[in-house]
């Protein structure tokens, strides 16, 4: 899969966690090489309690130095609307997380959770190069140059 056309975590974790209607405890990763081309995706826990500490180790042993360089993580369980700044205990582990990963030559780009209400997403969860908040990123829209629909009228 290339991710030149982008893509969105959602439509590739959700159908992993939510299943039957159900939400389940699962724990997901997703990896992409340095191209944004997908390079895999795993399910790092099937009993995922909401902390992502015990999982640290598993989510960044299970992806290929030599191949991938971002990725993103999903799960089941969100946190409060309002906590953008990171007050939560999982998106303060998200953060050790990202540090941990930066240390091996990774990029965390994503991090999604849902719950029966929906879902949330600290950061981008799709189209990562246009977001103005991260920079360095591969473009993951470059076909839409030679679209008749990539310019606006």
């Given at each position: 899969?290339?991710?030149?056309?982008?893509?969105?975590?959602?439509?590739?974790?959700?159908?992993?966690?939510?299943?039957?209607?159900?939400?389940?405890?699962?724990?997901?990763?997703?990896?992409?090489?340095?191209?944004?081309?997908?390079?895999?995706?795993?399910i790092v826990s099937d009993e995922?309690?909401?902390?992502?500490?015990?999982?640290?180790?598993?989510?960044?042993?299970?992806?290929?130095?030599?191949?991938?360089?971002?990725?993103?993580?999903?799960?089941?369980?969100?946190?409060?609307?309002?906590?953008?700044?990171?007050?939560?205990?999982?998106?303060?582990?998200?953060?050790?997380?990202?540090?941990?990963?930066?240390?091996?030559?990774?990029?965390?780009?994503?991090h999604f959770g849902i719950d029966?209400?929906?879902?949330m997403s600290d950061g981008p969860?799709?189209?990562?190069?246009?977001?103005?908040?991260?920079?360095?990123?591969?473009?993951?829209?470059?076909?839409?140059?030679?679209?008749?629909?990539?310019?606006?009228?």
């Amino acid at each position: 899969m290339i991710i030149q056309a982008g893509f969105d975590l959602q439509i590739l974790i959700r159908p992993l966690v939510v299943q039957e209607g159900r939400v389940l405890p699962k724990l997901v990763a997703v990896a992409l090489d340095a191209d944004m081309q997908l390079d895999g995706i795993k399910i790092v826990s099937d009993e995922f309690a909401g902390s992502l500490t015990p999982h640290l180790e598993a989510i960044l042993d299970w992806m290929d130095l030599d191949w991938s360089r971002y990725f993103a993580i999903g799960h089941a369980g969100i946190w409060p609307e309002n906590d953008y700044y990171s007050e939560s205990p999982v998106l303060q582990e998200a953060k050790t997380l990202e540090a941990a990963a930066a240390q091996r030559g990774l990029r965390m780009i994503g991090h999604f959770g849902i719950d029966e209400t929906g879902y949330m997403s600290d950061g981008p969860h799709s189209y990562f190069d246009q977001y103005g908040l991260i920079e360095g990123l591969p473009p993951t829209m470059s076909h839409w140059v030679h679209s008749k629909h990539g310019k606006c009228g």
